[in-house]
């Protein structure tokens, strides 16, 4: 069987951690999508494993809830050829009062390679790259980030659209608790898109309009003429009283229905990041759509993701041909 083909380059990343698209230039990024080019050929095999990550260890550790991360990111190690162990923090010594500085410590002290990690505080990621040696990648802390579902988002994009320097791109929905979105405004703008959000008012933080964005309070100024809809999820587990009146009334007005993707473009690209609270923040006709590339988010999650492994582990190192 062929090897596939990686491309050389002469960019490299800056950082040995993936902590935040807010700090990634251009050309990393574009490095990362290129390589995932690469190794979703990988995905499309009959026999998906190579050997390029043999005898490279990576811990998922995850203090949140996940399915579609914890688990492209254990397929994309195990593709890759890595020991991959998951860690559940219910279950550790997490539970018995140990702090994130001496979980770190412990995992770091087993010789492991890189620490996927997912916490509910801000900045959780960037204080364990400062703690422990292994190469730290930010599965989402807290409020902040999430940059490799920005990445992944990016890549669906240029799947679909084959650019997004000049593209409209709508974010709609919860924005005040998403770290999707702010990965997603700063790897969009860095790319050249015009980036348009809207959600409630009290679901919109100030600081959004500094960003260089713009700001709606009605979806449909948001969505009118989008080549792009990305529809964020109303999060319950992080919803304070009084952010809106009851989730009939957010799907009434803010739901992401028919009529008001009619408003976008003829052709215009419906996403989620998963999962969907069908009936609140999107219709269920519209999220099976043929607009809809939900499902392909899914699968360009694991490309992105092995890209990434690929490219921290192997220290930037070009190499010809993977498997």
Known sequence: MGGTAVTKSQVTLRNKDILALQDMSVD???????TAKQMK???????????TLRGKSVINLFFE???RTRTSFELAGKYLGADVVNITVSASSVTKGESLRDTLLTVEA?????????HEAEGSSQFASSIVKPVIINAGDGAHEHPTQGLLDMFTILQYKGQIQGLKVAIVGDILHSRVARSNIWGLKKMGAEVH???????LPREMECMGIRVHNRIEDAIDQADVVNVLRIQKERQQKGLFPSLREYARIFGVNAKRLALAKEDALLMHPGPMNRGLEIAPDVAYSG???????????LAVRMAILFL????????ETIG
């Not at 990393?28 to 290129?34: N, W």
């Not at 087993?110 to 997912?118: K, L, N, Q």
């Not at 607009?291 to 999650?301: D, L, M, T």
């Open 28 to 34: 990393e990024m574009q490095l990362i999508l290129d």
């Open 41 to 51: 050929q990988i995905i499309d095999r009959d026999i998906k494993k190579v050997p």
């Open 65 to 67: 809830s996940s399915t």
């Open 110 to 118: 087993m010789g492991v390679d890189a620490i996927i990690m997912r």
């Open 197 to 203: 959000v809207a959600g409630p008012q009290t679901l």
């Open 291 to 301: 607009q809809s590339a939900i499902q392909e988010q899914v699968k360009n999650g």
């Open 312 to 319: 921290v582990l192997m220290g930037g190192k070009n190499i």
